[in-house]
């Protein structure tokens, strides 16, 4: 057993036994104070209740001896019996009524006569059950058995079945007649009863609780309970109850009361009226008091014991174990070869002592371990250095190689890309015996950049920088590919290519180009090694995966060796005589690129000779192969002809071949590269296709020559690693000029990196092409861009003319809708403005006056009596009339600034900002120049014909424009009224 437990089972009990005899001393003397506060609660409402009925029974006899003494009721006690009722009972009623409004609990007020007649009343409702003989009363006995003036006395109202409570006070008055003389002692003459209702008592015992289920109770002197819906528990024996509390009153004590199981502690006190007031309180619930105190005491104890336990633990903790733990811990330390390990020394205890000895046996060990790691580490420091040395070898090999193979891959590219274009024809016909050396040429190029690229692959998988670009890829059209690429490495050996992968093969998940390569791989390695028979390719669905098995003819692999043929420069006949040639690298890139998909490689014997390889890759996400399938630039007799040479497909594989360029024009290509060689390709393979060509050796002669015939060029080839200027900051300058559907710039660059694709097209670049590139995929994305740019420039042309057709039309609209507003403010008639325009006209000119306080006036001018001159001389003749008369009034208002317009009919209307006397005097002139015409009216007073006007004026009265013209409307009828041929102004109030 550990000390850390040994010491708190030693020590605990020694804290728990003094804790559990405080705890249970301080538990008895709490329930006891408990039990004490708890009866002293019953006794203290109690006394409570009983000082509120003695005050209430002094305050019920004080106010009856007031009311005795009142003249009003010693008034009606002395008036004549014939008088008492008419003249001495209102008062004495209404000081009754008097004194219920003052205290409502005071239900009647009442005058008895000597022999219990009730002689006078007054109550708060009427008594159905009233009795005018009160002699049988008990009170009417208190009060003839007592020599008090007054006395309470309790009773059932037999009106309302109510307790009540009544007070009676001893009325003895001298007679009036003799109230002078000293001889005549008062007389008795009745009494003064006031009825109290009990309602405050029974608020005080029914909100009084004693403990949980205690209350009060009330019993009348016959040991009736007033109040039993008020019981908190159900008492079904309260005569019982009763006799009890009668003896706890005579003996002033707590007694106990028993019904059933339940025992109660009771106490009691007599109430005035001879009440008996009793509080009782069930026994169970001290027990239950007590007990929830034991509880509380007792979960009081055991936090404390928690506490003091935890208290005792942590000091224990800190001067005894947890030293004792760190001498542990830095043995152990020491132990695991920590020799720097020291315990901190605290204190002059024994521990302390032992902490410092420890440190002393730690520095001996450090000293004797000093040595021994010292010459560890010389031997070791000589083997990293040897691993650093073998490293940075291999570093420098990989280096080299991957370099070598960079530039390696530029005059590769340049040897097949000019054997193409002898091929294709840039120098005229050529003989067959030229064509077929030129096709080696071009195979034997195209397997020396096989062999460049496996080494630049297995850089990469070795620093694990490959990146593969997965797509659905489908199987079988891959492997037609490739047979058409080895096909001419089996023509002469005669060897049989079978592609018998299955039409309805799931598409695999892949990149389509390392699964070229994975393919090529494993085909070309079968024809290589086998001599006579066939390589055929299968493949199968299993599962979630897809395995494809490359089977050959051939000379096999012997089952120890099935290991070695898949790692780098590992080849089984590496002797001067082996059947064939290569680096040893491409089944192990083979391997590497499988397993970078998710799957796997291996190979086995074949019955009878040969070798079957077999791999497997994942599953595409859905679509089946299909019939066209075929690569694009590959119709299905090419896909499979064994025939065809790689320079002839080079011929033949043209996309886009019908995009057709402008009749008449050769669209001109600027191609720079500081290579000769790349340039001659490219210059030929251009030319081949119909092309102008201009070429420039650096990024300096390309600007020159942009600058100088930038109009004339169509597309830039532009390589990007290049002395002075590189490739980028060309085509930053182009940018800075032409845009990118003017002049589209392909990047042509053996730089592949994810970041130098992004530099290219950040630059402005339209397309990024790394070489070694197909001429084939070139001329198509030449011809793609090319596309583009003329259906650009054609766009922008389309739309320079749509902007122009769009302007003229816009103008022409303009002008219409012109026309039409000028128009649509004039009257057809006269020719002179409209309603429209003047309602408009109006509004502008009300506007202007209210933001600047201006005048502004408004007649209506109609011609006097227009029917008749139609009547006589017919519509024609009356429209010249309209017509002249709306001249006149439109040349007086243009001369005196004015808008004048027709108002509908015979009627015009003139606008004026000028007051009104200016107005006025305006259309008496216009009055004036009309009757100057001297147009022959035969129905008008004059003869000629004449108008009445009304003018108005803005002012105070005038709010709005309608008012306005309401109020000019006014005045012309009342030009109209007084005679016409008149001008009437506006009434101002």
């Excluded at 006891?32 to 005050?55: F, P, Y």
């Excluded at 940018?735 to 694709?757: E, S």
């Amino acid at each position: 057993m550990k000390l850390r437990t040994k010491l708190p089972l030693f020590l605990i009990p020694l804290v728990i036994g003094p804790l559990v005899i405080v705890s249970w001393l301080a538990l008895e003397r709490m329930r006891s104070n408990a039990e004490e506060n708890m009866l002293r609660q019953m006794t203290t409402l109690i006394h409570e209740i009983t000082v509120g009925a003695d005050n209430a029974d002094r305050t019920m006899k004080a106010n009856a001896l007031l009311f005795s003494g009142s003249g009003l009721l010693k008034n009606y006690i002395f008036t004549p019996d014939e008088d008492r009722y008419h003249f001495a009972l209102l008062p004495l009623v209404n000081l009754f009524a008097s004194y219920h409004n003052a205290y409502p609990d005071y239900k009647e007020i009442r005058f008895i006569l000597p022999d219990g007649y009730e002689d006078a009343r007054f109550a708060d409702v009427e008594a159905p059950n009233k009795n005018e003989d009160e002699s049988q009363s008990r009170w009417f006995r208190n009060m003839q058995e007592s020599n008090a003036p007054t006395v309470s006395s309790f009773e059932w109202n037999p009106d309302t079945l109510e307790p009540v409570m009544i007070v009676a006070h001893r009325l003895e008055f001298v007679d009036p007649t003799f109230e002078d003389s000293t001889v005549i002692e008062p007389s008795h003459r009745g009494y003064l009863v006031i009825t109290v209702g009990l309602n405050r008592l029974k608020q005080q015992i029914t909100n009084t609780d004693i403990g949980k289920s205690g209350g009060i109770l009330i019993f009348d002197p016959g040991g009736r309970p007033l109040y039993p819906d008020a019981q908190r528990m159900q008492i079904p024996d309260t005569t019982a109850m009763f006799d009890v509390a009668k003896s706890a009153v005579e003996k002033n004590n707590t007694v106990t009361f028993q019904f059933g199981r339940e025992k109660l502690l009771i106490r009691a006190v007599s109430l005035p009226g001879g009440l008996t007031l009793v509080g009782y309180l069930p026994e169970r619930e001290l027990v239950q008091a007590s007990k929830e105190l034991g509880r509380t005491v007792v979960v009081i104890g055991l936090i404390a014991v928690l506490l003091s336990t935890g208290m005792l633990m942590q000091v224990l903790q800190y001067l005894i174990v947890r030293p004792l733990g760190r001498l542990g811990a830095g043995a152990q330390s020491i132990g695991s070869g920590k020799f720097d390990t020291r315990i901190a020394v605290t204190g002059h205890d024994e521990v302390a002592l032992l902490a410092g000895q420890f440190n002393n046996m730690a520095q001996g060990l450090v000293e004797s371990h000093r040595l021994r790691n010292e010459a560890q580490a010389e031997a070791l420091q000589l083997k990293e250095s040897a691993i650093e040395s073998l490293k940075a070898a291999d570093r420098l090999k990989d280096e080299f190689l991957a370099n070598t193979s960079h530039e390696l891959r530029t005059p590769l590219h340049g040897i097949t890309g000019l054997a193409e274009s002898l091929l294709g024809g840039i120098a005229g016909p050529m003989p067959a015996v030229a064509q077929d050396n030129l096709g080696l040429i071009i195979a034997s190029g195209r397997r020396l950049s096989n062999l460049v690229n496996d080494i630049l692959d297995f850089s990469k998988l070795k620093h694990r920088a490959l990146k593969l670009a997965l797509r659905p890829v489908d199987l079988k059209s891959a492997c037609d590919l490739v047979i058409s690429m080895v096909s001419v490495l089996a023509e002469p050996k005669g060897l049989t290519l079978e592609n018998r992968i299955p039409t309805d093969l799931p598409q695999a998940m892949a990149d389509e180009n390392r699964l070229h390569q994975i393919l090529y791989n494993l085909v070309g390695n079968a024809v290589k090694f086998t001599s006579e028979g066939q390589v055929a390719i299968d493949a199968f669905a299993e599962g979630k995966m897809i395995r494809i098995q490359v089977e050959d003819t051939g000379i096999g692999v012997p089952e120890g060796d099935r290991e070695i043929i898949f790692k780098s420069f590992e080849q089984l006949d590496s002797g001067l005589d082996r059947a064939g040639t290569g680096t040893g690298l491409g089944l192990a890139i083979t391997k590497k690129l499988i397993e970078s998909h998710g799957g796997t490689i291996h190979v086995l014997a074949k019955d009878g000779g040969g070798s079957v390889f077999t791999f497997t890759l994942p599953h595409g996400p859905g679509a089946q192969r299909t019939e066209d399938s075929t690569p694009p630039g590959l119709s299905a007799i090419e896909a499979n002809s064994p025939n065809k040479t790689p320079g002839m497909a080079v011929q033949r594989e043209t996309w886009f071949s019908d995009t057709k360029q402008p009749s008449g024009k050769k669209e001109h290509i600027l191609v720079v590269d500081d290579e000769a060689v790349n340039l001659r390709v490219i210059e030929n393979h251009l030319r081949l296709n119909g092309f102008q060509v201009s070429t420039a050796a650096s990024g300096a002669a390309a600007m020159v020559q942009i600058e100088k015939s930038a109009e004339d060029l169509d597309l830039v080839l532009l390589d990007v690693m290049m002395p002075g200027k590189s490739g980028f900051e060309v085509c930053e300058s182009i940018r800075k000029t032409y845009r990118y559907d003017f002049l589209p710039v392909i990047f042509l660059t053996a730089l592949t990196r994810d970041g130098d694709l992004e530099q290219g097209f950040s630059v402005g670049g339209n397309d990024y092409i790394p070489k070694p590139f197909s001429y084939t995929e070139l001329l198509a994305r030449i011809n793609l861009h090319l596309l583009l740019s003329r259906q650009s420039r054609d766009l922008q042309t389309l739309n320079a003319e749509l902007d122009r057709r769009v302007q003229d039309r816009t103008q022409a609209l303009e002008r219409a809708y012109a026309d039409m507003e000028r128009l649509a403010n004039l009257d057809g008639l006269t020719g002179v403005s409209n309603r429209r325009a003047l309602d408009g006209y109006l509004a502008e000119a009300w506007e202007r006056s209210s933001l600047t306080s201006g005048n502004l006036s408004y007649a209506i001018m109609d011609i006097d009596n227009f029917k008749a001159f139609n009547d006589t001389y017919g519509h024609q003749d009356g429209d010249d009339c309209l017509h002249a008369v709306a001249q006149a009034i439109s040349r007086m208002a243009e001369k005196n600034n004015g808008f004048m317009g027709r108002y509908g009919g015979e009627e015009f209307c003139l606008i004026l900002e000028r007051p009104l006397n200016d107005a006025l005097e305006m259309v008496k002139a216009i009055c004036k120049e009309i009757r100057s015409l001297a147009i022959t009216h035969p129905g008008a007073a004059t003869g000629i014909v004449t108008l009445s006007a009304g003018v108005s004026a803005r002012c105070n009265t005038i709010s709005s424009p309608e008012d306005l013209i309401h109020a000019a409307d006014k005045s012309l009828y009342l030009a109209k009224k007084r005679g016409r041929n008149r001008v009437e102004p506006m009434e101002i109030a």
